[in-house]
Structures are given as C-alpha cells and as structure tokens.
C-alpha cells in the first residue's frame, strides 16, 4: 500500500471566460490568484491559480479558461463537486453573499454530518462550502472575506461514479481508509494527511457519462511532499498496472497523470517547490509568469491574451 500521499494537492478544472473566472475566485469567493500563467501546451491559454497565500498544498484551484468553450456535460465518470472548507458558523454569511453575487444552484444541506452550500461556478462547476475545523489553516482575507469567514483550501472531493468499487479499491491502494456511507455516498479519510482529506464516492448507476467542457474538472491532484515520495507511489501504481506518465516539470510542482477505473484523471504532485520560487510572497499573482521555453515568445503570447483585471 502507498502510505506516501497527503491528501489532495491541486484541482484543475476549464472554463470559458478568464475574467469571469478571475472575478468569481477573487472577489466572489474572496480567494487569492497565487499564479498568473500559460498552459504547457498551449501558451495562448492562461493557467490561473487560485488559493490561500502561498499556495499551501491543499488550497489550490487552478483553471484554464479556454475562452468560446461549450459547457460540459454533467454526468459520471468525473469530480462531481468540489469541496472547500469554511470556518464554523460561517455559511449564512456565504448564503448571502453568494446570493448576492447572483451565484446560481445555492442549496444548503448535510452530508456526513457536515453542513454545506452546493452552489455553481460561473460555468455550472459543482461546488460546495462545508463548515470544518480550521485544523491550522488560515484563510485568504479582503475583498469583503475575514479570517473568520474565508475559504481555508479544500475539504475535498465528491466524485460521480457509474460504478464505485474500483476507483474505492484504488484509493484504498493509495491509502485511504473507507469511512462511513451518507445515502450513495461513500467517504474516504486520509489519515495524518493535509486538511484536504476527504474523497467522497457517489454511485449513480444509471447516468449517462460526463462529457468534458466549461466547468468540468479536468483533473484532480494529489500530494505528496518530495519527488523521491513521488517516484515510490509511481512505481507501486505501475506495478498494480497502472499506466502512469513519465514525471514531468510544472514549474511550481512535479506532476505524474494516469487514468483511473472510474474515468477520473488523477495526478501526484509533489509539495516542492511550490508557488514562491519565481516570485515574492507579496506579489504572488501579479504578474504573467511563462515556462522558460516560452519566455523568448512573450511580446505574442502577451498579445494574444485577455487583459485580467487585478
Ligand atoms: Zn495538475
């Protein structure tokens, strides 16, 4: 069993407009744009990110917002909602706020005893608050979210399955345990992980499969603290048959993909070097960052990007 992953590292979902993107993780929901950069592949794509001050493991929501993209289909096969925590006590203010924004899809439940709002993302994204213990996170303040109010990182994840048993084998393989069930939902902890630990496994047998576009996860991503960690949990998923890609350099992170049995992609990503290494902490975000080997293109790429606002 892998006994080398922390819990989750990073989400990375799409979307169509950038600046909508921006203004809903940055001033609707009061987090901090801790990365202003290009998709590897395709530079004339921003990839934004998203999280606490630095960029904590954990906390990170990234996006590329391809522009004119169709919505994608909801379905199974795909992260259904992503989870962030929030202080205790804070979701009638999240109600209002969110409400006021004119966020779409607000509802209020619970869910392993958990309260959470599920709302939707400016792309139909599914997501939802859901009041934890701070657990020595701090939140990202301004914008009208204090510390008793903002968004700590990730809770975790619900994934959309048509069948749940092998993705729920492979987390156990990754070193989850299987905790309780709500209803369809089945829950896996990470013990003595980051905050970001929970895996919940919906089961809907009957749904047609998701369809990638605007809003959809793209893939989920879990940590792990070094690159020697990251070469162990790659060999035990390569000899369990998995196919998994060569490691390959992220700049703020090095990453490993592979395709799992319920059709979620899944990436391990290390904790170094993280979000700081080109740029000062108080000035994460600020400016357009590019992978070296774009640097010598930056006057085109710089013209062929929307203008964010701050
Ligand atoms: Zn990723």
């Known amino acids: 069993m892998i006994t080398d992953i922390k819990g989750l590292h990073h989400v990375t979902s799409m979307a169509a407009d950038a600046n909508e993107n921006n203004a809903f993780f940055t001033k609707t929901l009061g987090m901090r744009r801790v990365k202003k950069t290009v998709n590897f592949d395709a530079p004339e794509v921003y990839h934004l990110y998203y999280g606490d001050e630095i960029g904590t493991p954990g906390s990170v929501m990234t996006y590329f917002p391809f522009g004119q993209m169709p919505r994608g289909q909801r379905g199974t096969g795909e992260v259904g909602v992503t989870e962030f925590a929030v202080p205790k006590g804070s979701l009638p203010f999240w109600q209002?706020?969110?409400?006021?924004?004119?966020?779409?899809?607000?509802?209020?439940?619970t869910a392993f005893g958990e309260t959470r709002l599920q709302f939707d993302g400016p792309d139909g994204d599914g997501f939802a608050l859901v009041e934890s213990e701070e657990?020595?996170?701090?939140?990202?303040t301004g914008n009208g979210v204090g510390s008793?109010?903002?968004?700590?990182?990730?809770r975790g994840a619900?994934?959309?399955?048509?069948?749940?048993?092998?993705?729920?084998?492979?987390?156990t393989y990754m070193g989850y345990q299987k905790a309780e069930?709500?209803?369809?939902?089945t829950r896996y902890v990470i013990e003595g992980g980051?905050?970001?630990?929970?895996?919940?496994?919906?089961?809907?047998?009957?749904?047609?499969?998701?369809?990638?576009?605007?809003?959809?996860?793209?893939?989920?991503?879990?940590?792990?603290e070094d690159r020697a960690a990251q070469l162990r949990v790659r060999e035990a998923l390569m000899a369990t048959g998995y196919q998994v890609t060569p490691v390959i350099d992220r700049d703020y992170f090095?990453?490993?993909?592979?395709?799992?049995?319920?059709?979620v992609l899944f990436e391990i990503a290390t904790n170094e070097p993280g979000f700081d290494r080109d740029e000062d902490t108080a000035h994460l975000g600020e400016a357009l960052k590019l992978p070296t080997r774009y640097e010598?293109?930056?006057a085109k790429i710089e013209g062929l990007l929307p203008e964010i606002a701050a």
């Open 135 to 140: 657990r020595g996170r701090e939140a990202w």
């Open 194 to 224: 980051n905050a970001a630990d929970t895996i919940d496994l919906e089961q809907i047998a009957d749904a047609p499969a998701a369809g990638q576009g605007a809003g959809s996860v793209h893939h989920i991503a879990f940590a792990v």
């Open 254 to 263: 090095w990453a490993i993909y592979f395709r799992t049995p319920g059709g």
């Open 296 to 298: 010598p293109h930056r």
């Open 96 to 109: 209002e706020r969110l409400s006021q924004h004119g966020v779409t899809g607000l509802a209020q439940g």
């Open 148 to 154: 008793d109010t903002g968004v700590l990182g990730f």
């Open 181 to 185: 069930s709500d209803g369809a939902v």
């Open 158 to 171: 619900r994934f959309t399955l048509r069948d749940a048993d092998a993705t729920g084998e492979l987390l």
